[in-house]
């Protein structure tokens, strides 16, 4: 189909199916228990695939090309609309599936992501593995048709809320990242312990996972057994891409220069009104347009056949820093309304924003740290010695 006729397909569904009362009030957060027209919102979404537009309909995707999805996020940003289907299975384990599933595995685990069904958590992290995450020892013991798992993950995002998780397990003492394997399992079943971590500001948005005897189907083995050292940095590249492409999530759609504008108003040129202000942003504009440029030459590339997997790092840290700088920006040029925690004073838009802008702080520590990045970079990229 024509581009056009695409977009005017896309503009009439929305049109058609977004309810009005969700306008402008942007994607849930993880926590929310959504209401009948978020509910109503993620069932029809999920059924047409354009969710996750890219993956093949045959495992609840739409098939279509990357210019394609580009208008659907662009017709939704227009009507005040958001993508529903989201969360760690479409950004990280989805991707991982396609390129490393079997079909039984693609076909059971991937539609319900696109409907939205099934939200998934990330077992990687330990109490002595975070940024050597290769010295994990949550262990697997191969008991014929199933494995059992015994240990402890911890920073495991809404492990609380979640239904499955994929895990790294040790499969092998005798080797480091040779002896890891990459499991799907069940969260609820009896054995696996969820306790949320309590932070300062009340929030519990992640949790440690204490698991004793859980079982995992060899079916949910993904790759071979002591092979998912290489699948799990590969999920990681995923992670990192899509952290970096997080930059215009901001405040339910709404553009930076937009909040700029209401809030300093515009010179006699039309211009915005505050000098210093307005060559920040723009500088801020171009380095965000660079990280999306330069992520869909990543995915040319990688559609052409070649595989840039450690350019996600450079990504990861030059898409964070624009996100970081974009949210200090929007905190700035609100001024007070920008400070506001609660009250009748801040609006919702408000209210969200600061807290976009402190989360945004931990966006140089998940999927690896800055400076984890920066050895990765150093020593795949630059081929420095370690
Ligand atoms: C909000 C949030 C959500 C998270 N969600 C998840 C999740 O869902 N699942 C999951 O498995 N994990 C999750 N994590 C964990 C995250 O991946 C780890 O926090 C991260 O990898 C760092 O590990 P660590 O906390 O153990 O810190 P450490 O590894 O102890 O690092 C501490 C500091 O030392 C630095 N450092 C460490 N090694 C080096 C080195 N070789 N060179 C230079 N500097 C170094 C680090 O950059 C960091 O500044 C989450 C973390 C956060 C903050």
Redesign the pocket.
Known sequence: MAADAFRTQVRDWIADHFPTALAGRGVPTDDEILDDDRLAWRAAFGATGWGVPTWPTAYGGAGLGRAEARIIAQELTAAHAYNPIGG?GVIMLGPTLLEYGTELQKLRHLPPIARGEIRW?????????????ASLQCRAEDRGDHFLLNGQ???????DLADWCFC?VRTDTSKKQGGISFVLFDMRQSGVEVRPIRLISGDS??CETFLSDVRAEKDDLVGDLNGGWGIAKRLLQHERSAISDSGDIMAGGVSLVEIAREAVGLDDDGRLADPDLRARIIQNEMEQKLVELTLARVAAEARAGHVGGSASSILKNAGVRAFQDRAELIVEAKGLQGLGWEGDGFSEQELTLVREWL?GK??S????????Q??IIAKQILGLPS
């Open positions: 760690m958590c990330q077992g990687f992290s330990e109490p002595g593995a975070g940024s050597d995450l993950k911890i920073w495991t995002s809404y492990a790294l948005p992640f989360h931990a966006w520590i998940f999927g690896g740290s800055d400076e984890v920066n050895n």
